[in-house]
């Protein structure tokens, strides 16, 4: 028999059932990112102790040390971090929205977006030499845009008489279609250079990252996942149905709204700052729902920290196998998620 | 329905014979080098070796048979994949041919250093199959067997996996990025006489074998348990249309990369036309899918001239809004 505690607060806006056992979960994975977040500081081109790494954190180690961890690593794997946090939770929310356990930023096409709007961004503001003539600092907030542009689009070309689900689905895939098809011809339009640039983007990386990037992407992040913490019990009444959702006192369609309104927030600050980092918010949630159940309360925050704890990893694999090359994180991201993806179509094959 | 009695179908198929070849003779015709009607008569009476003789016969006459061959067969593929899968947004694009195709092509030259058009067509033809038949499986296991939102969701899987890996590989080596991103974007510059060639019988093979195959796609079409009361075996004539689907839309990618949107389009066009009767259905769809490759890729030459857009990329343009229009009008009482 589970324990379960309930808690609320404000008034009843916000209330919980906390599953003991949850919160045991969220406790290892917790310690789990820590450990991850200290060894990834620590390894690279240059190997520093996991102990003088623990030194740099709490202001002492060697000066070189201190540049390494502090101004090189540090800010990438905060990113990581974060971007795994966003997609795994935007992921889960969109698979008790959509009730369907394949959905994904992907596949809705809100990372296809970003993409054009990044392969856009470089074409339109590079002179005829190909160098930017504006800062790159102003990318991110063009793939923002691009990500949030496509998402509404999607939501009201998908409206008539609210939105269903199946309707999301398909014209998010023919919207991502033709993504594709601007970013190609985009890519094709310009240098080689710049279209090998953009393909980096789109694959998905945190290479490069600095602080300044850290501290307009923790605030975001953190606001946007205590929203969907508080939302999730929505998530939960979306998951049984229009019909039940709407008979046990939703209002399906703004929750609907919202909800879709945060998932896309949060994917979009995740791609603008990381890329198309693919599968993490297909793979998280699932990989959460095996060790906590479905109950969204708990599924949340548990798939929040399995996202981070992927992008972290790959990001570090990306780094230190084939060191000095550098491969994009996306790409291992990519290569743990597919052959999951085809084992869950498989599993859900009777669904 | 627009005709009805079978004497103004045969017309009709008449009348769109003509009307492609005239847009092929026009595709011959227009384009970057100036060229004129007689010009181009002349280059098959009476060639005479200029630049504009070698053109038209090296370069545009190619181009003009390959659109036609594509866009006829990703159309009759379409309207296969259509019936077969009970779902109107079924297309060989939608369900992971093109991603697979360009993994494979992508592989072949990053890892094996393959360079040659020609190559790629096996190479293509053999990722197309590869991903059309996971998709098959996957979408058609379970109890309730293929179901449209199942085989959508495959297809799309399938195709995001095929793609990341796709972009994976090209993030990792720069040389093979440009020399297959042209390919990727689906095209029909460029390709040679003996590339059709190549492919040419599987197509053919495809497009007799829809026409023989269409009565039966008619008794399917009428849902499985009808199908199998009237006596059809619907798991062998399901096989027999995947394997023409592959054979069509595989030899399209191989020799023209990926080409979107022909496949959900024309379908529906040819359906307003003749309505649902496959053995009408097949041929016209074939007929106008042809016409309407021809005219993009007329179009994707002037629009921003010298420069050409891909061709697909063209008909996504094209075909998006027509996608979102069917979406919305819902399929299946949905």
């Avoid at chain 1, 993409?115 to 923002?144: H, K, M, R, T, Y």
């Avoid at chain 1, 609210?162 to 890519?187: D, E, F």
């Amino acid at each position: 028999m589970r324990k379960y505690r309930s808690f609320r607060a404000l008034n009843g806006k916000v209330s919980f059932l906390v599953d003991q056992k949850a919160v045991n979960t969220i406790l290892v994975l917790l310690a789990l990112v820590v450990l991850l977040l200290i060894l990834s500081a620590g390894l690279g081109e240059m190997k520093i102790s996991p102990l003088s790494v623990l030194q740099v954190f709490f202001g002492g180690g060697t000066e070189m040390d201190r540049l390494v961890v502090q101004s090189f690593r540090l800010p990438r794997i905060i990113v990581a971090l974060l971007v795994g946090m966003g997609l795994a939770v935007a992921g889960g929310i969109l698979q008790g929205m959509i009730r369907n356990p394949l959905a994904s930023p992907d596949i809705l096409g809100i990372t296809g977006g970003a993409a054009v709007a990044v392969v856009g961004f470089l074409a339109i503001f590079s002179d005829e030499n190909n160098a930017l003539i504006v800062s790159i600092q102003w990318l991110p907030i063009a793939a923002f845009l691009g990500a949030l542009v496509v998402a509404l689009l999607v939501y009201f070309l998908s409206w008539k008489n609210g939105v269903s689900p199946i309707r999301l689905v398909l014209i998010g895939i023919g919207i991502s279609t033709l993504m594709q098809a601007l970013t190609t011809l985009l890519m094709i339009l310009g240098p080689i250079y710049r279209a090998s640039q953009a393909n980096i983007w789109i694959t998905g990386t945190v290479h490069g990252t600095n602080w300044s990037e850290v501290r307009v992407l923790v605030p975001l992040i953190i606001t946007l996942l205590a929203v969907a913490i508080m939302m999730a019990r929505t998530v939960n009444i979306q998951e049984l149905g229009d019909e039940i959702a709407t008979g046990v006192g939703g209002r399906v369609q703004r929750q609907r709204f919202l909800l879709l309104l945060i998932s896309t927030a949060l994917i979009a600050s995740s791609v603008a700052f990381a890329g198309g980092i693919g599968f993490v918010g297909l793979m998280a949630p699932h990989m959460a729902r095996r060790l906590v159940g479905s109950a969204f309360g708990a599924l949340l925050p548990v798939s929040a920290l399995i996202g981070g704890i992927l992008v972290m990893l790959a990001d570090l694999i990306g780094r230190t196998m084939f060191s000095p090359l550098e491969v994009p994180a996306g790409v291992f991201t990519a290569a743990i998620g597919a052959p999951y993806f085809i084992f869950l179509l498989f599993k859900t094959r009777n669904q | 329905m627009l005709l009805k009695t079978s004497g103004q179908r045969w017309v009709g198929l008449v009348i769109s014979m003509v009307a492609m070849i005239f847009l092929a003779c026009a595709s011959i015709v227009y384009g970057y080098t100036e060229t004129s009607w007689k010009m181009a008569y002349q280059a098959f009476t009476d060639f005479n070796g200029t630049n504009e003789h070698i053109i038209i016969e090296s370069v545009r006459l190619p181009r003009a048979l390959i659109a036609a061959t594509v866009g006829a067969s990703l159309a009759m593929a379409g309207v296969l994949m259509q019936t077969l899968t009970k779902n109107p947004l079924a297309s060989p694009g939608i369900f992971g041919v093109n991603a697979g195709a360009g993994f494979a092509v992508v592989v072949a030259v990053s890892l094996f250093s393959v360079g040659s058009l020609q190559a790629y067509t096996w190479i293509a033809f053999l990722g197309a199959a590869v991903a059309a038949i996971s998709v098959y499986v996957i979408g058609s296991t379970g109890r309730e067997g293929l179901t449209p939102m199942k085989l959508t969701l495959a297809g799309a899987a399938i195709a995001a996996m095929f793609s990341s890996f796709t972009q994976g590989l090209l993030v990792l080596n720069e040389a093979a990025l440009e020399q297959v991103l042209f390919w990727l974007a689906g095209s029909v510059q460029g390709r040679k006489l003996e590339n059709l060639a190549s492919v040419f019988p599987y197509l053919l093979a495809g497009w007799v074998a829809a026409m023989i195959l269409s009565p039966k796609m008619n008794v399917l079409s009428m849902g499985e348990d009808v199908a199998k009361g009237l006596g059809l075996n619907t798991g062998l004539v399901k096989l027999g249309a995947g394997i023409i689907v592959i054979f069509l839309s595989g030899g399209a990618v191989a020799i023209a990369g990926p080409i979107g949107f022909i496949g959900i389009v024309v379908p529906h066009v040819a359906r307003a036309v003749v309505g649902i009767d496959h053995r009408w259905v097949i041929p016209y769809a074939g007929l106008l899918g042809g016409m309407l490759l021809l005219v993009a890729d007329i179009a994707a030459r002037y629009i921003i001239m010298p420069q050409e857009i891909p061709v697909g990329v063209m008909t996504a343009l094209i075909g998006t809004p027509f996608f979102i229009y069917i979406a919305r009008k819902g399929f299946n009482g949905r």
